[in-house]
T-cell receptor
Framework: SAVISQKPSRDICQRGTSLTIQCQVD?????MFWYRQQPGQSLTLIAT?????????ESGFVIDKFPISRPNLTFSTLTVSNMSPEDSSIYLC?????????FGSGTRLTVV | GQQLNQSPQSMFIQEGEDVSMNCTSS?????WLWYKQDPGEGPVLLIA?????ELTSNGRLTAQFGITRKDSFLNISASIPSDVGIYFC???????????????FGQGTILTVHP
């Protein structure tokens, strides 16, 4: 299965600032997914990122708040913009592999 | 949208005991997946199920895809301390020519194993 490198692994940010999270995959993949996991909660899909097209956002998530780039088949970024304490979560990228999905180790974001 | 109800929310068991957890859905899925998440890590795939009625094992883990396609269970036999973690079910519904569709996750089962 694919190996995903995600960084940063954690960060503490001031409210009102933005953080860009990077996701690098060791193989070419068509679809990459970004999830949010709020403290003590399950995973919620933010958006699906296909190379060469705009990301598709799930209900409750908008591009202005979570802009996504997908410049090639092995890389994607998610930006959390104008952060507030409510954005404190783990953010994970994921790719489809062999009928299942592989996840990165996540970025633990704390907004103060 | 689709919702998954996963139970129990948490379990406290003794080492050596068997564990069972399940997920039910309000609608059908094409695929059921079971993941384990350790602290500070992303979820790791344990078992994938692709057909209604399918029963699949992975070591001490056994999972089944319900025949109605709306439920799945995961059993862990003879638990050991390293089984500690959060277990998530996830359902996938895809259509058309794509192989991958959106995953919907259950709320998770927190497993604690006492030595």
């Amino acid at each position: 299965s694919a190996v995903i490198s995600q960084k940063p692994s954690r960060d503490i940010c001031q409210r009102g600032t933005s953080l860009t999270i990077q996701c690098q995959v060791d193989s070419q993949v068509t679809m990459m997914f970004w999830y949010r996991q709020q403290p003590g909660q399950s995973l919620t899909l933010i958006a699906t990122a296909n190379q060469g097209s705009e990301a598709t956002y799930e209900s409750g998530f908008v591009i202005d708040k979570f802009p996504i780039s997908r410049p090639n088949l092995t890389f994607s970024t998610l930006t959390v913009s104008n952060m507030s304490p409510e954005d404190s979560s783990i953010y994970l990228c994921s790719v489809g592999t062999g009928g299942g999905y592989t996840f990165g180790s996540g970025t633990r974001l704390t907004v103060v | 949208g689709q919702q998954l109800n996963q139970s129990p929310q948490s379990m406290f068991i003794q080492e050596g005991e068997d564990v069972s957890m399940n997920c039910t859905s309000s609608s059908i899925f094409n695929t059921w997946l079971w993941y384990k998440q350790d602290p500070g890590e992303g979820p790791v795939l344990l078992i994938a199920l692709y057909k209604a009625g399918e029963l699949t094992s992975n070591g001490r883990l056994t999972a089944q895809f319900g025949i109605t396609r709306k439920d799945s269970f995961l059993n862990i036999s003879a638990s050991i301390p390293s089984d500690v973690g959060i277990y998530f079910c996830a359902g996938q519904l895809y259509a058309g020519g794509t192989s991958y569709g959106k995953l919907t996750f259950g709320q998770g089962t927190i497993l604690t194993v006492h030595p």
